[in-house]
Nanobody
Framework: QVQLVESGGGLVQAGGSLRLSCEASGRTRSVYPMAWFRQAPGKEREFVAYINWSGDYTDYADSVKGRFTVSRDGAKNTAYLQMSRVRPGDTAVYYC???????????????????WGQGTQVIVSS
């Protein structure tokens, strides 16, 4: 089993920055790609960013491209989501996810992930 714990959420003003972290523990050698998803009230969970096992391939939702950056530190078993120029529309609970299978390209569907964190709330004030 793999446990994922997100941190770093909070209240931020529009235009500001925030960095989310996702620390993996347990059988971390069994997980490869990681991703960030978010879910706003009344909306479905949506893909935000993806990073492959080696960290040299990333993908982003169009809504965050150019503003958010995903990265990972293999030595710390931690993935990050650097959020910049945030907007009120970025308000959501952010979840990190990990998969046991590395597929070609990116995985942007929630069903492709095997492990999920509990989520961290991000609120962007206008």
């Amino acid at each position: 089993q793999v446990q994922l714990v997100e941190s770093g959420g909070g209240l931020v003003q529009a235009g500001g920055s925030l960095r989310l972290s996702c620390e993996a523990s347990g059988r971390t050698r069994s997980v490869y790609p990681m991703a960030w998803f978010r879910q706003a009230p009344g909306k479905e969970r949506e893909f935000v960013a993806y990073i492959n096992w080696s960290g040299d391939y990333t993908d982003y939702a169009d809504s965050v491209k150019g503003r958010f950056t995903v990265s990972r530190d293999g030595a710390k078993n931690t993935a990050y989501l650097q959020m910049s120029r945030v907007r009120p529309g970025d308000t959501a609970v952010y979840y990190c996810a990990a998969a046991v299978i590395q597929k070609p390209g990116s995985s942007i569907n929630a069903w492709e992930y095997d492990y999920w964190g509990q989520g961290t709330q991000v609120i962007v004030s206008s």
